[in-house]
């Protein structure tokens, strides 16, 4: 107890076991490197220091014996505690350039952006929770943060803080610098009567609505009108937006062989007009080059004069579904003329199959890809083939959200 007492309150005590433990650990990492004086003064050193501390010498004894003992380790001893800094920015460098390594040549992550894959891989949703009463909104914020966590799920709720109309949405900007790359770095202010409104963590990635500008996008989702006169403690917003699928990404299979019938690859969408420019887009691999593919009215691609059904490997469930096509469902694949039955505009969703007869060839070197939401896909029935050098590769699995 005496010495416990003693190593808490003298000020030599504790600057000799600090040094006493250093010196230790460097003299035993370095030891083989010694020779025998050095072995010989070092080990007698520490000895001395050891038996000053454990017999409660006294101050100057134990001061004595830790000079003795430092100037021993300085000529002896390579510190190497003094490149901990290096040696730490070392290794953060080498893990960066590993983990850049595994994303370029081995598997990489990537996020699904639309829901022209669903119900297979979900893209980004937004459920207006005023009008969708199968959805609940979590009652405690800590119920809010697992569900972002877990399920990908955040909630948007805004109440009036005054009277009048909305009359000024501006853009979303970034809440702070180190945020910018971030899906839900950004908030958005909006004026309603005198009194500014702000929206928080935005997600800068919804998917757009035909004629709606990309900056008002959200509101369009919770169908606020403009012309609307809200009052003071009125709902005006109540969301949930489900964050899209991420997945992983083989990205080296396709150099040993070649993408397979039935696979869904991501691909980017050089050469494609009617995709955005340097994305990656995942599709359902259909046919390679040289085949000649068809659509007939049963909602079954026909490739070579072949049928693919629910036995044919990767589209068992996208033709293994009954009943009429539905959006975010299995149900084959629609030609133009089918798709019109269910309200499409012509040569909107499938210009390039107008009817079951029209027959389409992959060119040498290209693929052809369609979408499991065929009634929501924008795919090769609209833009054709792509070159297989646009492939990145194929995907594994999905790993977030938990569904």
Not at 141 to 165: C, F, N, P, T
Not at 360 to 373: E, K, S, Y
Request: glycine residues 8%; proline residues 6%; charged residues 25%.
């Amino acid at each position: 107890m005496l010495c416990t007492l003693k190593c808490l309150f003298s000020r030599h005590r504790r600057k000799a076991r600090k040094l006493l433990r250093h010196v230790l650990r460097l003299y035993r990492a370095q030891k083989d490197l010694l020779g025998p004086e050095a072995t010989c003064e070092l080990q007698g050193c520490i000895a001395n220091l050891t038996n000053a501390l454990r017999d409660n010498a006294p101050g100057a004894a134990i001061q004595a014996a830790t000079d003795q003992l430092n100037t021993a380790a300085n000529c002896w001893l390579v510190d190497t505690s003094k490149n901990r800094l290096r040696e730490t920015a070392e290794m953060l460098l080498i893990a960066l350039v590993v983990v850049a390594a595994i994303r370029v040549f081995f598997i990489q992550s990537a996020r699904i952006p639309t829901g022209s894959m669903q119900p297979t891989l979900n893209g980004i949703r937004v459920v207006n929770l005023a009008h969708d009463l199968r959805w609940q909104r979590p009652s405690t914020r800590w119920q809010m943060i697992l569900e972002l966590l877990i399920h990908g799920r955040a909630y948007y709720r805004v109440v009036a803080k005054d009277s009048g109309r909305i009359t000024r949405i501006e853009p979303p900007e970034p809440i702070a610098p180190f945020l910018r790359l971030s899906g839900l770095g950004y908030k958005q202010r909006f004026l309603l009567g005198s009194t500014w409104h702000t929206i928080w963590f935005v997600p800068g990635d919804l998917p757009p609505i035909q004629g709606v500008p990309q900056t008002e996008v959200l509101f369009a989702h919770a169908r606020i009108d403009k012309r609307r006169i809200y009052f003071k403690g009125d709902e005006i917003m109540n969301l949930a937006v489900i964050a899209g699928d991420r997945v992983l990404v083989d990205r080296v299979s396709y150099n040993f062989r070649r993408p397979r019938r039935g696979e869904i690859i991501v691909f980017t969408a050089k050469g494609i007009k009617q995709l955005v420019p340097d994305t990656y887009y995942l599709k359902r691999l259909v046919a390679v080059g040289g085949e000649r593919v068809r659509i007939g009215n049963d909602r079954h691609v026909i490739v070579n004069g072949q049928r693919l059904g629910e036995r044919t490997p990767g589209f068992e469930k996208v033709y293994g579904a009954a009943g009429q096509p539905r959006e975010d469902q299995y149900c084959g694949h629609v030609n133009d003329l089918v798709a019109q039955r269910y309200r499409n505009p012509p040569r909107l969703l499938a210009p390039l199959f107008p009817d079951e007869q029209t027959e389409f060839v992959v060119r040498p070197g290209h693929l052809f890809v369609l979408g499991d939401n065929t009634l929501m896909s924008l795919d090769g029935r609209a833009w054709g083939d792509f070159s297989r050098t646009n492939v990145v590769g194929r995907v594994l699995c999905r790993y977030w959200p938990v569904r």
